[in-house]
């Protein structure tokens, strides 16, 4: 079946600009979640979506990233006025359940955005 | 969620079995141990994950020690496209945070 869907796969864009990243999960997840991950380094958390539930904002890095799921399905990751240091692949995951400890999480390919 | 310590990189000759281990002394009763890992390029990748007994799927077996303090994950017979970066993670049952928290793992480097 399908997997979760990312795009686009590449972003380039000028420091300033605005950016969406888009996340579509895989059918009847119920949690998503966004990661980061810089060149050569580790996956950074984000932000997580479970259910109808509020969102984990805990690890947004400043308020010019914010992230929403409309329908409990795709998710968008916008990040305003973007700076070089915002460089990196963006990850997105879905899994079927959350809160049990035993929760898979299915990652998609991500988006590599290069801010110029 | 409790931290784990695992090598920063590990060597190993194709078709031999490759043992990653990894040490999570803090763990607690409800922490289940996932493993997953991330091929160059890609996005991360569950493998397997366990509580308290060894597990075993078609990727690899998880062997987890009586005390739960530490456990190792077995790749039976390394191929080249193991050659990957392997995460050791505690993920509480019931956990106020929802989201695993990803370490540096282990990069493990498969030998022809």
Redesign the interface.
């Known amino acids: 079946g399908a997997g979760?869907s990312q795009s686009p796969s590449n972003k380039v864009t000028e420091k300033g600009k605005d950016v969406e990243l888009r996340c579509d999960p895989i059918s009847g997840h119920t949690?998503l979640?966004w990661?980061r991950q810089s060149l050569g380094q580790?996956?950074e958390?984000l932000i997580?979506f479970?259910g109808n539930s509020a969102p984990?904002k805990s690890?947004l890095p400043s308020d010019r990233f914010s992230a929403e799921r409309t329908g409990g399905s795709v998710s968008t990751l916008t990040i305003q006025r973007t700076q070089q240091e915002d460089s990196a692949v963006y990850?997105c995951?879905s899994s079927p359940e959350?809160?049990?400890?035993?929760?898979?999480?299915?990652?998609?390919?991500?988006t590599q955005l290069s801010v110029l | 969620d409790a931290k784990t310590t695992q090598p920063n990189s590990m060597e190993s000759n194709e078709e031999e079995p490759v043992h990653l281990p990894c040490n999570h002394s803090t763990i607690s009763g409800t922490d289940y141990i996932h493993w997953y890992r991330q091929l160059p390029s890609q996005g991360p990748e569950y493998v397997i994950h366990g509580l308290t007994s060894n597990v075993n799927n078609r990727m690899a077996s998880l062997a987890i020690a009586e005390d739960r303090k530490s456990s190792t994950l077995i790749l039976h017979r390394a191929t080249l496209r193991d050659a990957a970066v392997y995460y050791c993670i505690l993920k509480e049952y019931g956990g106020s945070q929802g989201n695993l928290i990803f370490g540096k793992g282990t990069k493990l480097s498969v030998k022809p």
Do not use: P
């Open positions: 979760v949690a979640y990661y580790g996956l958390f997580y479970q984990d690890g990850l995951a959350a809160g049990t400890g035993r929760e898979k999480l299915f990652f998609g390919s991500g």
